[in-house]
T-cell receptor, first 109, second 113 residues
Framework: QQPVQSPQAVILREGEDAVINCSSS?????VHWYRQKHGEAPVFLMILLKGGEQKGHEKISASFNEKKQQSSLYLTASQLSYSGTYFCGTGEYTDKLIFGTGTRLQVFP | DTGVSQNPRHKITKRGQNVTFRCDPISEHNRLYWYRQTLGQGPEFLTYFQNEAQLEKSRLLSDRFSAERPKGSFSTLEIQRTEQGDSAMYLC???????????FGNGTRLTVT
């Protein structure tokens, strides 16, 4: 089952904050976050693991609610370069990732 | 780290023809994944390997799709008797073991006419 992301789209001015959510109906072991710009490959942002371990870029923050099987990605003080489509990828007890429906983010000057 | 390499970048084929794509992962990565992506959608899981072993294949895939990873190095994805619905971007990704980031290649864009 594909995880559901919300919102589907976000429009921001530079410097504003945004939260992107990812929800699964399955018991999860891991949640990944990727950003994809038009015509490019997805780029890794963050991994959150059951038990609290996180790996990712310093300027990105995220949370993982293991009881609700939900994750949120927090984008603060947005920059123009943050524009793109954000995907969460969820893993159960294997390393197979199922990607979500996507959230399109546009940041304007 | 030269990144994940996919060839060809673009492939146009006629319906009913067979096509094969190649993926060269980052050399020290033992996991290799294939995904398919259509416009506006998230990557759809096709299959993945640990070394040369194919660990899982999507149940959504028909028998027209097959993938191999001989000797745990590069991988090929073959689509037999292509259909227009196969038109998509085919993405390959590799990763080290155990819950590590996926490194994606730039993909092969398939157009079936």
């Amino acid at each position: 089952q594909q995880p559901v992301q919300s919102p589907q789209a976000v429009i921001l001015r530079e410097g504003e904050d945004a939260v992107i959510n990812c929800s699964s109906s399955k018991a999860l072991y891991s949640v990944h976050w990727y950003r994809q710009k038009h015509g490019e490959a997805p780029v890794f942002l963050m991994i959150l693991l059951k038990g609290g371990e996180q790996k990712g870029h310093e300027k990105i923050s995220a949370s993982f609610n293991e009881k609700k099987q939900q994750s949120s990605l927090y984008l603060t003080a947005s920059q123009l370069s943050y524009s793109g489509t954000y995907f969460c990828g969820t893993g159960e007890y294997t390393d197979k990732l199922i990607f979500g429906t996507g959230t399109r983010l546009q940041v304007f000057p | 780290d030269t990144g994940v390499s996919q060839n060809p970048r673009h492939k146009i084929t006629k319906r009913g023809q067979n096509v094969t794509f190649r993926c060269d992962p980052i050399s020290e990565h033992n996991r290799l994944y294939w995904y398919r992506q259509t416009l506006g959608q998230g990557p759809e899981f096709l299959t993945y390997f640990q070394n040369e072993a194919q660990l899982e294949k999507s149940r959504l895939l028909s028998d027209r799709f097959s993938a191999e990873r001989p000797k745990g190095s590069f991988s090929t994805l073959e689509i037999q008797r292509t259909e227009q619905g196969d038109s998509a971007m085919y993405l390959c990704a590799s990763s080290p073991p155990i819950s590590s980031p996926l490194h994606f290649g730039n993909g092969t864009r398939l157009t079936v006419t």
